[in-house]
């Protein structure tokens, strides 16, 4: 079997080439022209896609879940219908884009509410399962865990100023380039009530910071922090950083109750 690795290939052609069943991973594909190719059964995960045209594609049993922007499908623009579907299925999901220091209170209080009865429903099933992947999602512990590092990330970071203040059970998404300083423990399998203290404390954290928060604070500008890590060390709006948070509490909450309805069906 052939093995590319740090090669740059640029400007190859492949014509009458098999390759199912191959791995693409870190590979940059800009600009490539894929005609007559069958992509029946393919995964993309974490894969931009931005200002990509198909064109004579057969979309069938097909699933995306990802940012919609700009997107048209046979001359209609989906995005802004698919995002009316989800906050009518979801009427707390508007709320998730506060625009005042009131919304996101606001918000946080929903995510607190919400996420207590998911955690609910973890607690209701053997412990072991809460480490089992679904679909190769992650497990309902290792997005406990992911979502420790986000508030880590966008409010210890960002906001608050702390060059380093990562969790050893923290969990950066998994194409996240690895970086010096911050951990990235995949075969750690800690308990629930370990992962909950850690996610206690971290809202907390973000409890004081929305509860302190003025309008006038929301529009300003977080201070650049030295040092590796991530985000990159450069000033970000408040309001972005977050928004970021809220974004990810919310989206890992449904894929949770998604992937704990399946583990309940199995525990039955």
Not at 26 to 54: E, F, N, P, Q, Y
Not at 164 to 175: A, F, G, N, T, Y
Not at 221 to 248: F, K
């Amino acid at each position: 079997m052939a093995e590319f690795v740090d090669d740059d290939l640029s400007g190859s052609r492949f014509e009458n080439v098999t390759l199912d069943g191959s791995r693409f991973e870190r590979v940059s594909l800009r600009d490539v022209d894929i005609r007559m190719a069958h992509l029946t059964g393919a995964r993309l995960r974490g894969v931009d896609l931005t200002k990509v045209v198909m064109r004579g594609v057969e979309l069938v049993d097909v699933d995306i879940h990802g940012e919609l922007r700009n997107v048209t499908i046979n001359g209609v623009e989906v995005a802004g219908l698919v995002e009316a579907e989800l906050d009518g299925r979801y009427p707390d999901r508007a709320k998730m884009r506060p625009t005042d220091a009131a919304g996101f209170r606001e918000a946080w209080d929903v995510l607190e509410r919400l996420w207590d009865t998911t955690v609910d429903r973890a607690r209701a099933l053997d412990p072991a399962v809460l480490h089992e992947r679904v679909d190769d999602e992650w497990s309902f512990i290792e997005t406990l865990r992911h979502l420790a590092f986000a508030t880590d990330a966008w409010v210890r970071r960002a906001i608050l100023g702390d060059p380093s203040p990562w969790h050893p059970l923290d969990l950066p998404w998994d194409e996240m380039p690895d970086t010096p300083g911050v951990p990235r423990d995949r075969g750690v399998r800690p308990a629930l009530d370990d992962v909950l203290e850690l996610r206690r404390d971290r809202m907390s954290t973000v409890r004081t910071v929305v509860d302190g928060l003025t309008d006038e604070s929301l529009a300003g500008q977080t201070e650049a922090v030295e040092g590796p890590g991530w985000p990159e060390s450069r000033s970000y709006p408040v309001c972005d950083c977050l928004l970021v948070v809220l974004n990810e509490e919310w989206e890992h909450r449904l894929f949770a109750q998604r992937d704990l309805d399946a583990l309940e069906a199995g525990s039955s």
